[in-house]
């Protein structure tokens, strides 16, 4: 029984530890992400649209459902996490006009990606609870969610596809 007790407390102990060292910084999380929008700006790799809006075509992840749209905007769900993809068509892909309007003293990251072609953007806030504010776009696209920690690295890189398509798809009609 002693044996029994000895083993179950090393065992829990372990899975302690083990899921302590699994858990990130902020700083770690951040770095991380930002290392995922810039890798997916910078690809060669084409993203492929996949669904059909008013003046262009995009690409949204296939767990990801159109709750709403217009001409303009998409909103999309995962759950309870929402999505917000707005589209201005008459500004080009190498536009910086949301990037400027993305400033902010309170932004735990602003890095800008310029290709020559398209003019890219991600931004980090911290929101009033334990989660983040993540705003990245590419000229004119921007897609705003709010995420966690421990999201956030795959949500940079989903979004940055996202905005991608929309100036892939821009360049191609201009």
Excluded: H, W
């Excluded at 930002?34 to 890798?39: P, S, V």
């Excluded at 296939?62 to 707005?86: A, H, M, P």
């Excluded at 993305?102 to 989660?131: C, H, N, T, W």
Aim: glycine content about 6%; aromatic content about 8%; overall charge negative.
């Amino acid at each position: 029984m002693k044996n029994l007790i000895v083993t179950l407390s090393v065992t829990a102990l372990a899975i302690i530890l083990l899921a302590g060292c699994g858990f990130k910084s902020e700083e770690e999380a951040v770095a991380d992400a930002k290392e995922a929008a810039e890798a997916v700006f910078y690809s060669d790799t084409p993203v492929e649209t996949n669904y059909e809006m008013e003046s262009n075509s995009i690409y949204i992840p296939d767990r990801l459902e159109v709750e709403s749209k217009d001409e303009s905007n998409l909103i999309l769900v995962d759950g309870k996490q929402t999505y917000i993809v707005f589209y201005n068509e008459f500004e080009p892909a190498s536009s910086e006009l949301n990037y400027e309007a993305a400033q902010s003293d309170q932004a735990l990251v602003l890095d800008s990606y310029s290709d020559g072609d398209k003019f890219g953007y991600m931004r980090i806030l911290p929101d009033d609870g334990e989660g983040y504010e993540l705003q990245i776009g590419i000229g004119g696209a921007k897609i705003t969610t709010y995420t966690q920690k421990s999201r956030i690295k795959n949500d940079a890189s989903e979004l940055m596809n996202i905005a991608k398509s929309i100036a892939i798809e821009q360049e191609s009609i201009e």
